[in-house]
């Protein structure tokens, strides 16, 4: 169930939470999560493609294909 109303079901959990968001996306606040990434210098490009995989997805991905803001209806990170 992916609703409060119970409208929106699904079988499985991850096609539910693709398909509808997760159960409390309308009413979950902040929308706007803050995510703070430490790294060595030496890592910093590795780091910024994962996170802009980690924010956008990954194309053509089954498994993470629409990325954070999508999948979790959240408002878009900065």
């Not at 539910?16 to 999560?33: A, W």
């Not at 890592?43 to 990954?58: N, P």
């Amino acid at each position: 169930m992916f609703d409060p109303g119970g409208d929106k079901t699904s079988k499985s959990a991850q096609k539910g939470v693709s398909e509808f968001g997760p159960f409390d996306s309308q009413f979950f606040t902040p929308r706007r999560p803050r995510i703070t990434v430490l790294t060595p210098r030496a890592f910093q490009g590795t780091v910024e493609v994962f996170m802009d995989r980690f924010r956008r997805g990954v194309p053509d991905s089954k498994a993470y294909a629409q990325g954070f803001v999508r999948k979790y209806r959240a408002v878009a990170l900065d």
